[in-house]
């Protein structure tokens, strides 16, 4: 994709202007460091534009409270105090999703995910948000705690324009298939490899 132009221009009766809002169905994948990053920086730019963003973690327990989470939560301030960029929600399972305020425990992670996944369907009926982060969701998708054939229909069938990103490693080939954009992640080198552990600034 040379100076930003695409290799082929399909025969679809789309003007120029017409395919480029067309909203994408984004995975963040493969075994590097990055895949969640990438994500949360694309919400930062979506914010920029006055985009409606919300994020939704999976898996990482709701103790785990990381850099960009608190960037985006003041930045959804700021678009409360000032009407700047656009509104920001931030949810997390581990100890139950924030909006059913009750506490979890290791042995339902299963049934939140499930939660999670019915408030993320419900929001995409409703076309709530322009931009949907679902992150580490392709862990309850391989572990069966969400049925992948719902994921992929839901997500290649909403409705209105709304952008979804997903990210986690080994994203289900159905995913992969039905995705507008997919970026593998691959690792070359990492500190971890030789001992050395994660570091406030880099990692969180």
Known sequence: MPQGKPITVPDDGLSTRER??????????????????AAFGLAIRAWNQGWDVGVFQFVKSAKWRIGEQTVLERLGELHRETGEGGPVEWHKMGAGWSWSRKEGSETDHAVEAAEGWAEVKRRLAEETHDLLVLDEFTYPMEWG?????????????????????????????RLIEVADLVTEMTKVKHQMDRGQKGQKGIEW
């Open 20 to 37: 480029r809002q067309q909203p994408l169905l984004m995975v963040h994948t493969g075994d590097g460091k990055g895949k969640s990053t």
């Open 145 to 173: 705690w969400v049925d992948v054939e719902d994921v992929v229909e839901t997500l290649a069938n909403r409705p209105g324009r709304q952008y979804v990103v997903v990210t986690g490693r080994r994203a289900n080939p």
